[in-house]
């Protein structure tokens, strides 16, 4: 500030130049207990909040911290690194000290653990490990009865890499203390130490209302056992002004009201502190706070992406892995040749194809598949199919674009003829474009748990997960549950929930409800507690309400999943659950495989078992599909009971189709979808001599001559692409997600290329972008063939 601007009074100079002078910043500080909303019905932190703080404050690093679990670890991971937050992954954990009984003392009859708070910090990637394997413990080794917890006990062995913070005043050390049993209290802390040792903490925590005598003590006992101090702010939501809708997630928790005395309360202090704040709240211990660096600095090890990781099917410990990986090459190309010679002579080659290109095209999937190493894959998935049909089990001919795979067809895999329906490897599997081969598998609904079994017994039940899913409060139901707590009449909040459309395919936002409905802000302007509901509902909309697990997803590891991934135990399934969703343990490097449970599979092999009593074996796998009796009884309407087309709507879509084809039906069950069931009048228009087929080009009318001239599946996008502009089916695999994904700079580069690809072919550039335009309308709501014909 310039001198002549300075007042002259001494008093008011010296004030005006300490009001310039700028502020000290504040003592760096890291938030190392935080709920996010995967501590169910606790947390009301999504993930991305979690980061979005930790960015805003300018934090170097912030922990996750989810009550007796790490549902969010590898998401958290991912999303604070892309910001640059160094994420600390950790876990707050139920701890019953071994020896102990009900009431704290030891050596006496138990009468159950006393379970208090501690938070565990991986520091190391030995650290992760070890916490991983400790939380699936958490669910896996809980006696039948009793909370989720870990004893002491079970953590000998697996304390390295981890640090410990005492729990603060919820802890075992605090609430000892708060029972006056200093005596207690100590010998827990020292229990700790004894495992931990320096990566022992003794937490604090200052949210309004806390005991300073426990702390005064809990200070006391951490210099008598010269262990270092550290503060923490337990956060469960983002700022005050959330608090009360907070509230009202408890209360849902506990199925109690927001007005019940009786129930568990936390206090506005529980949000996501500033630096500055937590500076200036322990700033009478400047250590606590320092230390919270010190432990961020300590946890250098987050958890990464692997690459897929699946068991040897070869058998045997085969220590060269490039002699396992070709040993399974081997078996797989031998199951191959063998199958596709059984295929060919029950069926022979489809008209206009050889036997010697069914080879060619089999070499080429097998050489595509080695390359991407997954004949493993393939093996798994054709034993445990193979071994279904060996027991009698009814299984699907194929689901997805697995269909397209001719390796997949000739090891029983699929029952669909990829080049007889003309169906394209390269959308089930692109080499240039490296992820991994996913088969849908129908298996008869009564016997599908014998298949799981049986792929438990042979690689071990400790290898063989389901995965978890989350349930989250969707609009209509979070405004019945925050009506609900708030004891709002029933009547008044069904009326408003029903104001909410109902779309369970693209669930509608609340957000999106009110700026649509005039009637909410009606009701909110007659009564305020209606719109007390509306903010409070807004927001908890989208937290997780509970966990379930996927309805077909397993996985299998090459070692006990607890290894790999944190598990779970459904209070429903003997079977453990990974505590990653299907998005996240894929990238933890486990690999999905679909059992489907199909009630039609279990209904076909009902009635030929029925239609056998009368004398007559029926093979469902030899039935033609040029049956013209069958065409006029599906042109007719007569559809009750079949599978895919029995709906009212598809029904009426039969009788105006007069299909007399199995393509036709393929067609159809491709069209009948919003988008693409506009062109059903002009499919069934030019089938019946009614129009003309219009021509998209020369070049490549014969690609669309079977649709009618319409552009129905995805793999005529891919087809016209390297007909017209000379794209491999791998490129124009790439540019049919392009075109899907409608990301502008994508788009651009692809219109180049195609339009320049298809000029050197002789094709004009208007109408080279004319083509483009078309292709790119058409894949967003493209089918996938392979699935339509399965």
């Known amino acids: 500030m310039a001198d002549e601007k300075l007042p002259r009074d001494p008093l008011k100079r010296e004030a005006a130049i300490a009001a310039a002078r700028p502020e000290a910043p504040a003592r760096p500080f890291v938030h190392l207990r935080v709920h996010s909303a995967y501590s169910l019905l606790e947390g009301a932190l999504q993930i991305g909040k979690v980061v979005a703080h930790a960015v805003k404050d300018e934090a170097p690093a912030i922990a996750v911290t989810d009550t007796n679990n790490l549902f969010g670890a590898l998401e958290f991971a991912q999303k604070a690194v892309k910001d640059g937050i160094q994420p600390i992954i950790g876990c707050q954990t139920a701890l019953a000290f071994s020896g102990e009984n009900s009431d704290g003392q030891r050596d006496r009859r138990r009468q159950g653990p006393d379970m208090r708070p501690v938070v565990l910090l991986a520091a190391t990637e030995a650290g992760y490990s070890n916490l991983v394997r400790l939380v699936s413990r958490v669910y896996l080794e809980t006696p039948p009865g009793e909370a989720v917890h870990l004893t002491t006990e079970m953590m000998e062995g697996y304390c390295?890499?981890?640090?410990?913070?005492?729990?603060?005043?919820?802890?075992?050390?605090?609430?000892?203390?708060?029972?006056?049993?200093?005596?207690?209290?100590?010998?827990?802390?020292?229990?700790?130490?004894?495992?931990?040792?320096?990566?022992?903490?003794?937490?604090?925590?200052?949210?309004?209302?806390?005991?300073?005598?426990i702390e005064k003590s809990s200070i006391d006992l951490a210099y008598a056992h010269e262990l270092p101090l550290v503060a923490t702010n337990e956060a469960f939501f983002s700022s005050r002004d959330d608090y009360d809708a907070h509230d009202a997630l408890i209360a849902i928790a506990e199925g109690s009201v927001v007005a019940a005395d009786n129930r568990r309360r936390l206090s506005p202090d529980n949000f996501l502190r500033s630096q500055a704040d937590m500076a200036r709240l322990f700033a009478d211990l400047p250590e606590a706070i320092d230390n919270t660096v010190e432990i961020a600095l300590r946890c250098s090890y987050y958890p990464k992406n692997r690459n897929p990781i699946l068991p040897r099917f070869t058998g045997g410990d085969v220590a060269d892995n490039d002699a396992a990986v070709q040993a399974e090459a081997d078996e797989l190309a031998r199951q191959a040749h063998e199958g596709l010679d059984a295929r060919l002579a029950m069926h022979g080659p489809t008209a206009g194809y050889t036997v010697e290109q069914y080879r060619e095209r089999l070499n080429f999937e097998l050489g595509i598949i080695t390359k991407m190493k997954f004949p493993g894959y393939f093996l798994i998935v054709a034993d445990f199919i193979k071994w279904a049909k060996a027991q009698g089990i009814p299984v699907g001919p194929g689901r997805g674009s697995g269909a397209g795979s001719l390796v997949a067809y000739s090891t029983t895999i699929t029952d669909i003829d990829p080049l007889r329906f003309s169906l394209l490897f390269e959308r089930f599997l692109n080499p240039d474009r490296v992820s991994m081969p996913d088969f849908d598998i129908d298996f008869c609904q009564d016997r599908r748990e014998e298949v799981i079994r049986y792929v438990q017994q042979k690689y071990g039940r400790d290898q063989v997960g389901q995965i978890i899913t989350f349930g989250t409060l969707q609009a209509r139901a979070v405004l019945r549950d925050v009506g609900r707590v708030l004891q709002m009449p029933y009547g008044q909040v069904d009326k408003l929930s029903k104001m909410v459309p109902q779309n369970p395919a693209n669930p509608v936002k609340l957000a999106d409800a009110i700026a649509n409905e005039p009637r909410f802000a009606e009701e909110a302007e007659r009564e305020p507690i209606v719109q007390t509901l509306l903010d409070m509902?807004?927001?908890?909309?989208?937290?997780?309400?509970?966990?379930?697990?996927?309805?077909?997803?397993?996985?299998?590891?090459?070692?006990?999943?607890?290894?790999l991934v944190p598990m779970y135990r459904d209070p429903r399934s003997d079977m453990p659950v990974t505590q990653f969703n299907m998005k996240y343990v894929e990238q933890a490097g486990l690999v999905k495989f679909d059992f489907l449970g199909l009630k039609t599979l279990t209904v076909l092999e009902t009635a030929v078992k029925l239609i056998r009593r009368r004398g007559i074996e029926i093979d469902l796998a030899t039935i033609p599909l040029d049956d013209p009796e069958t065409y006029a009884m599906l042109s007719r309407g007569e559809v009750v009971g079949v599978f895919q087309v029995e709906s009212a709507g598809m029904r009426k879509a039969l009788i105006g189709m007069r299909p007399d084809c199995i393509e036709d039906i393929i067609a159809l069950v491709a069209l009948y979808r919003p988008g693409p069931m506009e062109n059903i009048p002009t499919y069934n228009a030019r089938k019946h001599g009614e129009e003309e087929m219009a021509s998209i080009h020369p070049?490549?009318?014969?690609?669309?001559?079977?649709?009618?001239?319409?552009?129905?599946?995805?793999?005529?996008?891919?087809?016209?692409?390297?007909?017209?502009?000379?794209?491999?089916?791998?490129?124009?695999?790439?540019?049919?997600?392009?075109?899907?994904?409608?990301?502008?700079?994508?788009?651009?580069?692809?219109?180049?290329?195609?339009?320049?690809?298809?000029?050197?072919?002789?094709?004009?550039?208007?109408?080279?972008?004319?083509?483009?335009?078309?292709?790119?309308?058409?894949?967003?709501?493209?089918f996938n063939k392979s699935h339509a014909a399965a």
């Open 160 to 213: 390295d890499g981890l640090i410990c913070l005492s729990g603060g005043p919820r802890g075992p050390i605090g609430t000892a203390l708060k029972e006056d049993r200093r005596d207690l209290a100590e010998a827990r802390l020292l229990t700790l130490k004894e495992m931990f040792g320096d990566r022992l903490y003794v937490e604090l925590d200052r949210v309004s209302g806390y005991d300073r005598v």
């Open 537 to 563: 509902a807004q927001k908890l909309e989208g937290l997780y309400r509970h966990a379930s697990t996927h309805a077909a997803g397993i996985v299998i590891g090459d070692r006990p999943l607890s290894e």
């Open 699 to 782: 070049k490549i009318d014969h690609l669309v001559k079977e649709t009618q001239g319409v552009i129905v599946y995805q793999e005529q996008v891919m087809q016209i692409a390297q007909e017209l502009s000379g794209y491999s089916l791998g490129e124009a695999d790439l540019l049919r997600r392009a075109m899907g994904k409608k990301i502008r700079a994508e788009m651009d580069k692809q219109r180049e290329r195609f339009v320049s690809g298809a000029v050197e072919r002789g094709v004009g550039k208007p109408q080279a972008d004319f083509i483009f335009d078309l292709l790119a309308k058409f894949a967003d709501y493209g």
